[in-house]
């Protein structure tokens, strides 16, 4: 198995953490020496320190081999003789559960498993040479407080540590959730944009050529006229049809308002009209009440409204086509209305293929603005009807 830790620096606590449990174990090393101890069981336990100390810095980058060091120095101090205490309980031991968090927090949670058995079996393998040479009259429930106390550190290190890892991985995962999120969000929203605008120009286009196809005396002309149209129509087909693989238009929109994009403005209305308008297709706009201040996504919806609605008029109906742009203010509200006559003798449908999800998209934008979207089929045509709430409204 590999293990890919995570790169840092040693914090200067670390290092006088360490630093002092060094000098403790050189001081309880010195004492029992005088207390009678032999001289190379003092250079053994020595030595056992230092691997430990060693092994919790190898830990920091290659936790397995840092924890078998660990493991291994933890042994010769258990079979070190000792008068009536137990090697292990060496201030430099407390490297070796510092080693179990760090290997826990880094493997899999069954590897984790095996190294807590690792340990949990090197209390018991303490305890029981401890019994063993501990003198007939030492009470017996001295050791099991002992490897009570040892598990208790043993089994509240392993389990803290696996606590914490999967809180920061829940975290992580929190994290990669919301990013998923936000381009998902991003996906939907450029692909709101791309209907909106290329479409309606494209479809301003198709019915440009078309006008121009009936207008002109030529049949030459008219047909290549007309082939261009069906391959603008087709052009539209195939752009639907990349844009679906963007998701569906169900993501909420965003106010447009990041850095660098130009706001969508009433202003440019006029304009959106007349560049629809061709001797097929009149396109008026009208509007009527003093213009409200709107939020910023309102004026979006607004705008977006109007182009859709004069896109879905161009691209389904027969010309001729009659579209009609109102703009209806109120102090409360302002009602964008784009209303068709039905086309060539009243609702003639032109067959474009599937249905696409400018509508979808539309009712979210203003939903969003907190406005309503209605439309109404009614004999002479269709409208699409949106209300929003101007700021003194809102």
């Given at each position: 198995?590999?293990?890919?830790?995570?790169?840092?620096?040693?914090?200067?606590?670390?290092?006088?953490?360490?630093?002092?449990?060094?000098?403790?174990?050189?001081?309880?090393?010195?004492?029992?020496?005088?207390?009678?101890?032999?001289?190379?069981?003092?250079?053994?336990?020595?030595?056992?320190?230092?691997?430990?100390?060693?092994?919790?810095?190898?830990?920091?980058?290659?936790?397995?081999?840092?924890?078998?060091?660990?493991?291994?120095?933890?042994?010769?101090?258990?079979?070190?003789?000792?008068?009536?205490?137990?090697?292990?309980?060496?201030?430099?031991?407390?490297?070796?559960?510092?080693?179990?968090?760090?290997?826990?927090?880094?493997?899999?949670?069954?590897?984790?498993?095996?190294?807590?058995?690792?340990?949990?079996?090197?209390?018991?393998?303490?305890?029981?040479?401890?019994?063993?040479?501990?003198?007939?009259?030492?009470?017996?429930?001295?050791?099991?407080v002992e490897g009570g106390l040892l598990m208790l550190v043993v089994g509240g290190v392993w389990l803290a540590a696996l606590l914490?890892?999967?809180?920061?991985?829940?975290?992580?995962?929190?994290?990669?959730?919301?990013?998923?999120?936000?381009?998902?969000?991003?996906?939907?929203?450029?692909?709101?944009?791309?209907?909106?605008?290329?479409?309606?120009?494209?479809?301003?286009?198709?019915?440009?050529?078309?006008?121009?196809?009936?207008?002109?005396?030529?049949?030459?002309?008219?047909?290549?006229?007309?082939?261009?149209?069906?391959?603008?129509?087709?052009?539209?087909?195939?752009?639907?049809?990349?844009?679906?693989?963007?998701?569906?238009?169900?993501?909420?929109?965003?106010?447009?308002?990041?850095?660098?994009?130009?706001?969508?403005?009433?202003?440019?209305?006029?304009?959106?009209?007349?560049?629809?308008?061709?001797?097929?297709?009149?396109?008026?706009?009208?509007?009527?009440?003093?213009?409200?201040?709107?939020?910023?996504?309102?004026?979006?919806?607004?705008?977006?409204?109007?182009?859709?609605?004069?896109?879905?008029?161009?691209?389904?109906?027969?010309?001729?086509?009659?579209?009609?742009?109102?703009?209806?203010?109120?102090?409360?509200?302002?009602?964008?209305?784009?209303?068709?006559?039905?086309?060539?003798?009243?609702?003639?449908?032109?067959?474009?293929?599937?249905?696409?999800?400018?509508?979808?998209?539309?009712?979210?934008?203003?939903?969003?603005?907190?406005?309503?979207?209605?439309?109404?089929?009614?004999?002479?045509?269709?409208?699409?009807?949106?209300?929003?709430?101007?700021?003194?409204?809102?």
């Amino acid at each position: 198995m590999t293990v890919s830790p995570r790169r840092s620096t040693w914090p200067a606590t670390t290092v006088v953490a360490h630093m002092v449990l060094a000098l403790l174990t050189v001081i309880i090393l010195a004492g029992v020496r005088q207390l009678g101890t032999d001289l190379w069981q003092i250079f053994a336990m020595a030595g056992a320190a230092v691997l430990l100390h060693v092994g919790a810095v190898v830990a920091h980058r290659r936790p397995w081999l840092g924890y078998a060091i660990g493991a291994l120095a933890m042994l010769v101090l258990v079979t070190m003789p000792s008068l009536g205490w137990s090697p292990s309980m060496l201030p430099s031991a407390v490297c070796f559960p510092l080693m179990l968090w760090r290997l826990t927090s880094l493997v899999s949670v069954r590897s984790s498993v095996v190294a807590l058995a690792v340990a949990v079996l090197g209390v018991v393998l303490t305890e029981l040479v401890e019994w063993v040479r501990q003198p007939p009259d030492t009470p017996g429930w001295t050791r099991l407080v002992e490897g009570g106390l040892l598990m208790l550190v043993v089994g509240g290190v392993w389990l803290a540590a696996l606590l914490l890892r999967r809180r920061h991985e829940a975290g992580r995962r929190a994290e990669s959730e919301r990013l998923a999120a936000a381009v998902a969000e991003e996906r939907a929203s450029i692909r709101r944009d791309l209907h909106d605008v290329i479409a309606h120009t494209v479809t301003v286009m198709v019915a440009r050529i078309e006008a121009a196809g009936v207008t002109t005396a030529d049949p030459a002309t008219r047909r290549e006229l007309g082939d261009i149209a069906e391959a603008g129509r087709d052009a539209h087909q195939g752009l639907r049809a990349m844009l679906a693989t963007l998701g569906p238009a169900t993501v909420a929109p965003r106010a447009d308002s990041r850095p660098g994009k130009v706001p969508i403005s009433l202003d440019a209305l006029p304009d959106l009209v007349a560049s629809a308008a061709s001797p097929l297709h009149a396109v008026t706009f009208a509007e009527v009440g003093e213009r409200r201040p709107l939020s910023l996504s309102a004026e979006v919806a607004a705008v977006r409204t109007v182009q859709e609605g004069i896109t879905n008029a161009l691209r389904h109906l027969e010309p001729p086509v009659e579209v009609a742009v109102r703009l209806r203010w109120t102090p409360a509200e302002v009602v964008v209305e784009v209303r068709d006559d039905g086309g060539k003798g009243g609702k003639a449908l032109r067959d474009v293929g599937s249905q696409g999800t400018g509508l979808m998209g539309i009712e979210e934008r203003v939903r969003t603005a907190g406005g309503t979207l209605s439309i109404d089929d009614g004999d002479d045509g269709w409208a699409l009807r949106a209300r929003l709430p101007t700021k003194e409204g809102a």
